[in-house]
């Protein structure tokens, strides 16, 4: 445990850093953290801080810059209350007012939401939803024999398949199919569709098997499939001024099995989670950071909201956003599945 003028002067240089992104002098340290001592005092207590792991000298004549170990202590000990200003929570909800009411859309502008604030690649996990239902069957005739299927489920997602026939079939053949399927399982779960099979036609029961195999995808435990933005943002801060560190992101983002990994870490928990360089699985992100929450409906709609960085990230800014846009998304969700 730091003592509380080292702690002072680290949140000072922290903030300093993440605003300016080089290494900090004990001499604008003296300046800002307003602690009344001298610049050598200071020299002296970040000599300390380096030698207990918590700042590092990039080079010996430049100032001192935090390690993964000093922005951990800063997250987990010196983190002051963060809230977005009531102001910016106002003008996000209109946004969300003035959207339409689908999750798609949810998704996409809270990545958008996001990404914008923090100047930096955000990501979210389209909710994954334990049984899905469904809302609407549409066919539409492709050729003698073949027919697209639209399937809306009842959160607005599209879905569609071909399905082929043992025979042909008109369009007003498939219109009636399509009025009895959603007339019979509007509503229902593949579980609840599927205990009715035996009251569909030979025709409506080859729709109701790729129905169903639809619903089996879509429904399930784990993460959805992550949506992003951000990332001509992200590539304009100057840790990406290298080619290798902005391929490092490509290959992140393009790795979705890797991805996955680290949001799936968000799941089933409530709080916030941040992973730093490091500490996260895999040498792809040791350059980076990571803050991300849960949002949704548990046991029924589940999703991950988040944001990568890299290390000099504004921790507070993207804490106070990642939870306050995972309460607007788990608010929306109530309204769909609540």
Known sequence: MLTERRGRILRSLIQEYTSTANPVSSEIVARNCGLGVSAATIRNEMAQ?????????????????????????????????????????????????????????????????????????????????????????????????????????????????????????????????????????????????????????????????????????????????????????????????????AMLLMELLEERKALRAILSQALGDESLQVFIGGETPGPVMHDFSVVMGQYGLTGQAIGVIGVIGPTRMPYERAFSAVHFLSGTMSELMGEIYG
Request: net charge negative; charged share 30%; proline share 4%.
């Open 49 to 245: 801080l380096e030698e207990e792991g918590y700042v590092v000298q990039p080079h010996t004549s430049a100032g001192r810059v935090p390690s993964p170990k000093g922005y951990r202590y800063y997250v987990e000990t010196l983190l002051e209350e963060w809230e977005l200003a009531r102001a910016e929570q106002e003008f996000i909800r209109h946004q969300f007012d003035q959207a339409r009411k689908e999750i798609e859309g949810w998704v996409h502008l809270t990545a958008s939401v996001l990404s914008r604030m923090l100047h930096s690649v955000a990501i979210v996990t389209f909710p994954r939803v334990a049984e899905p239902r469904l809302k609407l069957v549409e066919l539409i005739s492709i050729r003698e024999f073949l027919a697209l299927l639209l399937l809306i489920f009842r959160d607005a997602r599209l879905r569609q398949r071909t399905v082929s026939f043992d025979e042909v079939m008109s369009q007003e053949e498939l219109n009636a199919i399509s009025r009895r399927l959603t007339a019979a399982c509007e509503g229902l779960t593949g579980t609840e569709i599927r205990s009715r099979a035996d009251e569909f036609t030979a025709a409506e029961g080859r729709v109701t098997e790729t129905l169903l195999e639809v619903m089996e995808e879509e429904g399930g435990e784990g993460l959805g499939e992550p949506y992003f933005e951000g990332l001509s943002r992200i590539l304009s801060q100057p840790e990406f001024a290298t080619t290798e560190r």
